[in-house]
């Protein structure tokens, strides 16, 4: 499928989403310019993701398991790992009403997909049935070192 027949399949709504999404990680890596050291090197800060819907109040909150299950999908792509084993995802708080707190980082603060892989990983674990509001913050403390990654990830890395 080419990219303008894709873009045919969008809706207004997700239009909305991804101008959305796309304007603040505009406005958060201008503040990272505005606050870069004499080597231009400051990470960008301040990146909020958001996905998902309240949930009615009937409704059932989802397991732990199945978010991080959801997670795993995403995947870096320069590096063939899910962003959960590569040690990625710091924290994931589930509030009583199925919303979804999630801070995670990046190996590097100048990765190039910043913006995307908080947003996939907003939209993965929004899919997941029970989960309400998703909001990935994009953190930098403590910086990421390979030794967060799980055990079988480093052996998929050889780094055992």
Avoid: H
């Avoid at 959305?20 to 990146?47: I, K, V, Y």
């Avoid at 109040?57 to 590569?86: C, G, H, W």
């Avoid at 994931?92 to 801070?103: A, C, E, P, S």
């Amino acid at each position: 499928m080419n990219i303008e027949n894709e873009n045919e399949n969008i809706t207004d709504e997700e239009e909305k989403i991804i101008g959305a999404t796309e304007s603040r990680l505009l406005q958060a890596m201008a503040m990272a310019d505005e606050n870069a050291d004499d080597a231009g090197t400051m990470p960008l800060q301040d990146f909020i993701a958001y996905a998902g819907k309240e949930l009615s109040a009937e409704s059932e909150k989802a397991k732990m398991y199945d978010i991080i299950q959801a997670i795993r999908t995403v995947s870096d792509p320069e590096i063939p790992l899910n962003v959960y084993d590569m040690g990625l995802i710091y924290k994931i708080n589930q509030t009583d009403n199925g919303d979804l707190f999630i801070d995670m980082t990046l190996t590097a603060p100048t990765c190039p997909i910043a913006g995307v892989l908080p947003q996939q990983v907003a939209d993965a674990a929004a899919a997941v049935s029970g989960v309400g509001k998703v909001e990935v913050k994009l953190i930098w403390e403590p910086a990421w070192t390979p030794d967060r990654m799980t055990d079988e990830a480093k052996e998929m890395l050889e780094l055992l």
